[in-house]
């Protein structure tokens, strides 16, 4: 298993794994927010079209975590850490 | 490759693979471009490469041995270099130059790094595939329900289930590989809600009798189903979903003639997960931006116009697979060949396949086009979907409308999802109504196919990468 730091935590993934696998993998399948209505969204096309997915990653935002391999070390940031 | 391509093929699933393997077959330099870790498309999606061994799903698949052998081919082309395979690379624009095209793409293997990349080929042929296509109900948009396909990709090429209790909802076969996979990797698939009546298929059995081979794999998925008891209701469907930070139980109800629910016969059962599709839409961006003739599909999507051979309208532009009508697999490799074979031709190459078998794989790709029309007829969108709709229903995930919201938008007037999309900014997200498009359209009480909006790029890019084109 390698590592990702999700929120400045660690998260165990499996190489070859996208970050929304590891994540959903990880019992979780929500980490974003919407912006009127303040709605808990995740994965949902698991493919690249819905944009429901978004993190930010290695500081980028804006990012498909459902297209995105995890790697070692790479940091995510999801919107749940910033929005109160 | 140092030297120039003679074709650029976007799209690594069947279709394009099988495109690849026939120009190369007939000479052709090549470069295969897919945004995806490795190819194979949907229906062969994989780990990458190097993390097959730690994530098996080779159990998951049919029609392994003919990946197997494109694949093969296409690994030994790219060694002797007459084949450019790039993995990771998003086509977002395509545009006709001179006397060619030229793709402009980003390589985001160091995904969130973007590089940007310029190919230019005297012919293009796009096989963009499709997406599963969806219909709004209350609680679609609770963590936990994804679609039918989203559930695959996860099991596919990342071994992951996406929950323990799953229910399934919508129309077409594809609900039953994809209960078949979960239920391999020990998940409860609680319920099969199928909208459609299997009296349905009676209507058009000459197609699906004369398909021996699609009757084999529906046979090898009922007998998976009944196996791990999975229950297959037929005439009914999820009509919606509840819970809080995520799904713990679904709705479900039969459904009339017309598709609504039957009073009385609603059901709630707990899971932790949903999935739900209804049939698929076509990814024709870069294909409507180079300006080629949409035509009407009979399961309500506009679809690629093609000629006998896959070209679209415009000189040097080829098509094959999902994009010039959704017919799974099996049809996408034979269009990948027939879609080849015209490029050689107007290269002025000699066929790789002599009259005979050009013959027999014109003859089979009308069979099966034929079982696709006949299918999409069974397996039809109920007409009174959106009688599962509350006002407060999101209709658009994106910008958050309500159906509320758009039914006001028809009162005043739209009547097609452009118009409401004006008034609503329902489609105007980052999914540019990829998502909601076909149910806004519907909503809009629109008679007409729906025709996806032109979308500027294909995929959502960085200022840097832009930037880079200037250097
Ligand atoms: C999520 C999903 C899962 C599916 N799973 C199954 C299944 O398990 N069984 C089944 O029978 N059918 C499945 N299907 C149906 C599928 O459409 C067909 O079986 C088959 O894969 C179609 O082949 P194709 O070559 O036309 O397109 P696809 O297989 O969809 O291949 C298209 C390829 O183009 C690439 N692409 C698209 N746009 C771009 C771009 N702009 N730049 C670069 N690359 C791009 C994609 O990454 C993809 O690899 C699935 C469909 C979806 C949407
Ligand atoms: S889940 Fe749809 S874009 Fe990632």
Request: charged share 20%; glycine share 12%; proline share 6%.
């Amino acid at each position: 298993m390698s590592e990702l730091i999700i929120d400045g935590k660690p998260l165990a993934f499996v190489e070859g794994q996208t970050v929304a696998a590891a994540l959903v993998a990880a019992g979780r399948v929500s980490w974003r927010t919407t912006r009127l209505g303040h709605r808990p969204r995740g994965v949902f096309c698991g493919i690249g079209v819905c944009f429901d997915c978004l993190v930010t990653i290695d500081g980028v935002g804006g990012q498909r975590a459902c297209l995105v391999p995890a790697r070692e070390g790479m940091t995510v940031t999801t919107e749940e850490s910033t929005d109160e | 490759m140092s030297e120039p391509a003679d074709l650029i093929i976007v799209g690594a699933g069947p279709a394009g693979m099988a495109a690849a393997v026939t120009a190369l077959a007939g000479g052709l330099r090549v470069v295969l471009i897919d945004s995806g870790t490795a190819i194979g498309g949907q229906f062969w999606r994989h780990p990458p490469e190097h993390a097959r061994s730690v994530i098996p799903t080779e159990d998951l698949h049919h029609g392994l041995r003919e990946y197997h052998a494109l694949s093969e081919t296409l690994s030994a082309h790219s060694h002797r270099g007459q084949l450019d395979l790039r993995l990771h690379h998003h086509a977002w624009s395509a545009v006709r130059e001179d006397d060619g095209f030229v793709v402009h793409a980003v390589d985001r293997q160091r995904a969130p790094q973007e590089i940007a990349v310029v190919l230019r080929a005297p012919r293009l042929l796009v096989a963009t595939g499709a997406y599963d296509r969806q219909l709004p109900f209350p609680g679609w948009d609770l963590p936990g329900v994804l679609t039918i396909g989203g559930l695959q990709a996860l099991l596919k090429s990342g071994g992951v289930a996406a929950g323990s209790r799953v229910a399934l909802g919508g129309t077409g076969p594809f609900l039953l590989p994809v209960a078949a996979g979960l239920a391999a990797r020990g998940v409860e698939v609680v319920t099969v809600c199928e909208a459609a009546h299997p009296r349905a298929w009676l209507r058009h059995p000459g197609p699906l009798l004369r398909s021996p081979g699609k009757w084999a794999e529906g046979a090898g998925y009922a007998l998976a189903l009944m196996r791990h008891r999975i229950p297959v209701r037929p005439r009914t469907a999820i009509i919606s979903a509840e819970g809080g930070a995520r799904v713990t139980s679904v709705q479900i109800a039969s459904l009339t003639s017309d598709g609504s629910p039957r009073p009385g016969t609603e059901r709630r059962i707990e899971v932790d997960a949903v999935g739900v599709g209804w049939g698929f839409a076509p990814q024709l961006d870069l294909l409507v931006t180079l300006g080629c003739a949409l035509t009407d599909s009979v399961d309500g999507n506009a679809v690629v116009a093609v000629d006998k051979g896959q070209r679209t309208t415009i000189f040097g532009l080829y098509t094959a697979g999902e994009t010039s009508g959704v017919g799974g697999a099996a049809l996408a490799v034979l269009e990948g060949r027939l879609a080849a074979e015209s490029v050689l031709a107007d290269s002025g190459a000699a066929p790789v396949l002599d009259k005979k078998r050009l013959a027999a794989v014109r003859s089979a790709v009308a069979a099966q086009r034929a079982f696709a029309r006949a299918l999409a007829l069974a397996h039809p969108i109920p007409p009174a979907w959106s009688s599962w709709l509350t006002d407060e229903t999101v209709v658009c995930r994106c910008e958050e409308v309500s159906a509320g919201v758009i039914r006001s938008a028809r009162a005043e007037g739209a009547c097609d999802h452009r118009q409401v999309k004006q008034l609503t900014r329902a489609g105007m997200g980052w999914c540019q109504g990829r998502m909601c498009g076909p149910a806004v359209h519907c909503l809009a009480a629109s008679k007409q196919v729906y025709e996806p909006a032109e979308r500027l790029v294909a995929t959502p890019l960085t200022l840097g990468a832009l930037a880079d084109l200037d250097k």
